[in-house]
Structure formats: structure tokens, C-alpha cells
């Protein structure tokens, strides 16, 4: 029988994870609209060109 093993969350998992405590802390969001929110300001924040940062 084989057992699974968890795998430890990706940087990008534990980016989202963040931002998304970030949201909860600072909102009335349910989980799953905190979440989403994260997932699209991870996602924009990836995208701003390094000169910018």
C-alpha cells in the first residue's frame, strides 16, 4: 500500500497563503473572496517589470 506524502507549499502557494492573511486581517472577505483577491494581487504583483520594483 502506498502512502502519500505531503509535499511542502510551493513560494508561490506561500506568497498567496500571505497576502491572503493580509486580506482576512484587514477585511470582511470570506475565505474563497480573500483568496481570489490574493491570487490576483500575486499575479499583478509578478507581473510589474523589475525596473519598477
Known amino acids: ?23 482576512l486581517d484587514n477585511t470582511k472577505l470570506s475565505e474563497e473572496k480573500a483568496r481570489e483577491l490574493a491570487v490576483q494581487m500575486v499575479h499583478a504583483l509578478d507581473t510589474v517589470p523589475e525596473k519598477m520594483r
Do not use: F, N
Open 1 to 23: 500500500m502506498m502512502t502519500a506524502t505531503a509535499l511542502p507549499p510551493s513560494r508561490y502557494e506561500t506568497r498567496v497563503d500571505r497576502v491572503k492573511k493580509i486580506v
